[in-house]
């Protein structure tokens, strides 16, 4: 499991880099959405539009809601996850959100809570998704065939 933390680690620093970017550029079927919040903080959600299948977005149902439940109780706010058990799984989904460090509990429910909504509506059967928000971001990937 702690491989692929780490491989999970390292595909959602990837997505955060480079999803903007393919956004920016138009390529890859990326959309993005604009927050109409004033904050410049905000960004996206980013979502790749691709044909996920329905496991995958059962999967991704599963991660989103986990994310928005646990990382509000975890030290620094920060949480990661996968589903199902990548040693077994198919249409694997990792997930990961955290919260802004000088967030109270409840500022940090309320805004995983939006992202997960967000994301779960914009990115409908996107094989990835990012949202960042002034005080939480969240994002998901598939796993990579290895």
Same mark, same amino acid.
């Given at each position: 499991?702690?491989?692929? #933390?780490?491989?999970?680690? !390292? ?9 903007? !970017?393919?956004?920016?550029?138009? +390529?890859g079927?990326?959309v993005? #959405?604009?927050? !109409? ?9 980013y ?6 299948s329905? @496991? /995958?977005?059962?999967?991704?149902? *599963?991660?989103?809601?986990?994310? &928005?439940?646990v990382t509000?109780t975890?030290? %620094?706010?920060?949480?990661?996850t ?7 799984? *198919? @249409?694997?989904? /990792?997930?990961?959100?955290?919260c802004?460090?000088?967030a +109270? ?6 805004c995983?809570? %939006?992202?997960?909504?967000?994301? &779960? ?6 094989? /990835? %998704?990012? $949202?960042?928000?002034?005080?939480? %971001?969240?994002?998901? $990937?598939?796993?990579?065939? +290895?």
């Open positions: 499991m702690k491989n692929s #933390v780490n491989e999970f680690a !390292t595909l959602f620093v990837l997505l955060v880099a480079v999803l903007p !970017t393919i956004v920016t550029a138009g +390529g079927g990326a993005a #959405v604009e927050e !109409t919040s004033s904050s410049s903080a905000s960004s996206g959600p979502c790749n539009n691709n044909d996920a329905a @496991d /995958y977005e059962a999967h991704k149902a *599963h991660v989103l809601d986990e994310l &928005a439940n509000p975890t030290q %620094g706010y920060s949480y990661s996968s589903f199902p058990d990548p040693a077994g799984g *198919h @249409d694997v989904v /990792y997930g990961a959100a955290d802004t460090p000088g +109270g509990v409840s500022e940090c429910v309320s995983l809570i %939006g992202a997960k909504l967000s994301l &779960a509506e914009i990115c409908a059967f996107s094989l /990835y %998704g990012l $949202v960042k928000l002034p005080l939480c %971001g969240m994002s998901f $990937v598939p796993a990579v065939a +290895g």
